[in-house]
């Protein structure tokens, strides 16, 4: 009411607020324009051929950021791209073969993920792709059997440690199993092979909820060898336990991949809310 | 006389727009989690937020309080709610918070928790994330530190886990 009072007395305020308001479409005008502007010069600096949506595309890129680039992809597929602090140098190649190919070959490499359509007849046709800055543990999962040289080769007196072991092994009832591994993943002393061996055979319980606690404590005995165990979690017919995985793989391409095509919807949805959170924390 | 209410009304017209068009966003620290199914409907994760000094900080003054806010991912599981406490020896507080209906993309209402008795540089607060049903939930919980202004103080991220259902 103050506001239309103030507009109603003063016609000086009127004219003050109507300025603003061309002010601000002006602005907006010319940001389209400006946008039109550069999307015509990027045009002009990118050659793109396409056979099809997705197979046998071919670009000739000369002096264009990697921004500009994967913009045109998306405008020409219709794939949604999320980006993480692309390089801003401009870059010069040629790229040919079907989107993964072009998107590895302007990354050069990189981690990137794809999310499928799910109502595709093959379920290949790419619907959404996230670009990973290069992740601290992105190497291929070695299957090779490797001793663990880090952890401690001391055994412990710890009485607790002695008794969750035969309680794991007597005892049937999976609440008291998960009760005893969950104290052992979150209070077990890190580093203790003990621990680590107990929680190592537990991953194997009849129990999901057991398999997740020894999941989770493996993770915390050893943060440096994970990725064999989150591989095999992810192969767990149980998506608690393929959740924990995901929950614990920070921004391992390879497991994000698997989860986001994942069969339950709860393992899929949350690996996009973790890769949106990881979108807004590095604008 | 005209000339200085033109200039006052001018001013504070100015003001008034100005505060209606200025939108401003909580920048908050975002966790993502889940309570398994397996834990039944008693899930519970509980957590530790480290407040402190952080040159990084946008403020460097004591903590007043804990910014806290949750959103249900997933709609099976029952209702969804954090339980943010303080303690100091012989006294506690805690509040709740709670996200009605699970994965529409609408978080809970946010709250403060403020600490007991004089700001601190360095606090802790203590969340718990429950829910009312058996179910996987996916939930992502945003907190932050804060002077008494509302400015962010520093806050621990990713938070200390306790228990990990």
Request: hydrophobic share 35%; glycine share 6%.
């Given at each position: 009411?103050?506001?239309?009072?103030?507009?109603?007395?003063?016609?000086?305020v009127?004219?003050?607020?109507?300025?603003?308001?061309?002010?601000?479409?002006?602005?907006?005008?010319?940001?389209?324009?400006?946008?039109?502007?550069?999307?015509?010069?990027?045009?002009?600096?990118?050659?793109?051929?396409?056979?099809?949506r997705?197979?046998?595309?071919?670009?000739?890129?000369?002096?264009?950021?990697?921004?500009?680039?994967?913009?045109?992809?998306?405008?020409?597929?219709?794939?949604?791209?999320?980006?993480?602090?692309?390089?801003?140098?401009?870059?010069?190649?040629?790229?040919?073969?079907?989107?993964?190919?072009?998107?590895?070959?302007?990354?050069?490499?990189?981690?990137?993920?794809?999310?499928?359509?799910?109502?595709?007849?093959?379920?290949?046709?790419?619907?959404?792709?996230?670009?990973?800055?290069?992740?601290?543990?992105?190497?291929?999962?070695?299957?090779?059997?490797?001793?663990?040289?880090?952890?401690?080769?001391?055994?412990?007196s710890?009485?607790?440690?002695?008794?969750?072991?035969?309680?794991?092994?007597?005892v049937?009832?999976?609440?008291?199993?998960?009760?005893?591994?969950?104290?052992?993943?979150?209070?077990?002393?890190?580093?203790?092979?003990?621990?680590?061996?107990?929680?190592?055979?537990?991953?194997?319980?009849?129990?999901?909820?057991?398999?997740?606690?020894?999941?989770?404590?493996?993770?915390?005995?050893?943060?440096?060898?994970?990725?064999?165990?989150?591989?095999?979690?992810?192969?767990?017919?149980?998506?608690?336990?393929?959740?924990?995985?995901?929950?614990?793989?920070?921004?391992?391409?390879?497991?994000?991949?698997?989860?986001?095509?994942?069969?339950?919807?709860?393992?899929?949805?949350?690996?996009?809310?973790k890769?949106?959170?990881?979108?807004?924390?590095?604008? | 006389?005209?000339?200085?209410?033109?200039?006052?009304?001018?001013?504070?017209?100015?003001?008034?727009?100005?505060?209606?068009?200025?939108?401003?966003?909580?920048?908050?620290?975002?966790?993502?989690?889940?309570?398994?199914?397996?834990f039944?409907?008693?899930?519970?994760?509980?957590?530790?937020?480290?407040?402190?000094?952080?040159?990084?900080?946008?403020?460097?003054?004591?903590?007043?309080?804990?910014?806290?806010?949750?959103?249900?991912?997933?709609?099976?599981?029952?209702?969804?709610?954090?339980?943010?406490?303080v303690?100091?020896?012989?006294?506690?507080?805690?509040?709740t918070?709670?996200?009605?209906?699970?994965?529409?993309?609408?978080?809970?209402?946010?709250?403060?928790?403020?600490?007991?008795?004089?700001?601190?540089?360095?606090?802790?607060?203590f969340?718990?994330?429950?829910?009312?049903?058996?179910?996987?939930k996916?939930?992502?919980?945003?907190?932050?530190?804060?002077?008494?202004?509302?400015?962010?103080?520093?806050?621990?991220?990713?938070?200390?886990?306790?228990?990990?259902?």
């Open positions: 009411m103050l506001f239309y009072k103030l507009l109603k007395d003063n016609i000086a009127s004219v003050l607020i109507h300025c603003w308001l061309l002010f601000f479409s002006y602005s907006s005008i010319a940001q389209s324009h400006a946008s039109k502007t550069s999307s015509n010069q990027l045009a002009s600096n990118i050659e793109f051929y396409q056979a099809s997705f197979d046998d595309l071919r670009l000739n890129i000369k002096q264009t950021s990697v921004g500009q680039i994967i913009k045109l992809l998306h405008d020409k597929t219709g794939v949604i791209f999320h980006l993480y602090n692309l390089p801003e140098e401009q870059i010069t190649l040629n790229c040919q073969g079907d989107l993964k190919a072009v998107l590895a070959c302007v990354m050069g490499g990189g981690n990137i993920i794809y999310r499928y359509n799910g109502h595709s007849r093959d379920k290949t046709e790419i619907a959404e792709a996230w670009i990973l800055p290069i992740a601290i543990n992105s190497y291929p999962v070695d299957n090779s059997k490797k001793t663990n040289t880090k952890i401690n080769t001391y055994f412990t710890n009485i607790r440690i002695d008794n969750t072991a035969q309680l794991l092994k007597d049937e009832n999976p609440k008291l199993r998960m009760n005893a591994i969950e104290r052992l993943a979150i209070e077990g002393q890190q580093g203790d092979l003990a621990v680590y061996n107990t929680l190592k055979k537990s991953l194997s319980d009849s129990n999901p909820g057991v398999r997740v606690q020894a999941l989770y404590g493996v993770i915390r005995q050893d943060q440096e060898n994970i990725l064999p165990f989150l591989q095999h979690a992810m192969s767990d017919s149980d998506a608690d336990v393929r959740l924990t995985a995901v929950e614990n793989c920070a921004d391992n391409p390879w497991i994000l991949q698997q989860a986001l095509n994942d069969n339950d919807s709860n393992v899929r949805e949350f690996v996009k809310a890769l949106a959170i990881q979108n807004t924390s590095q604008q | 006389m005209k000339l200085n209410k033109n200039i006052k009304t001018t001013l504070l017209s100015s003001i008034i727009i100005i505060a209606t068009s200025y939108t401003s966003t909580v920048l908050a620290h975002d966790y993502t989690d889940s309570l398994k199914a397996a039944g409907a008693s899930a519970t994760d509980l957590y530790r937020i480290d407040c402190s000094q952080d040159a990084g900080a946008a403020s460097q003054s004591p903590t007043h309080q804990l910014f806290i806010q949750i959103n249900d991912g997933s709609a099976a599981g029952g209702k969804l709610s954090a339980t943010a406490s303690f100091t020896p012989g006294f506690g507080k805690a509040l918070v709670t996200d009605p209906t699970g994965g529409d993309g609408v978080a809970s209402p946010s709250k403060l928790l403020t600490v007991i008795g004089a700001d601190q540089q360095d606090n802790q607060f969340i718990a994330v429950s829910h009312s049903a058996t179910g996987l996916n939930y992502e919980l945003s907190y932050h530190c804060q002077d008494a202004s509302g400015q962010h103080t520093g806050t621990s991220l990713p938070p200390a886990i306790l228990q990990n259902q």
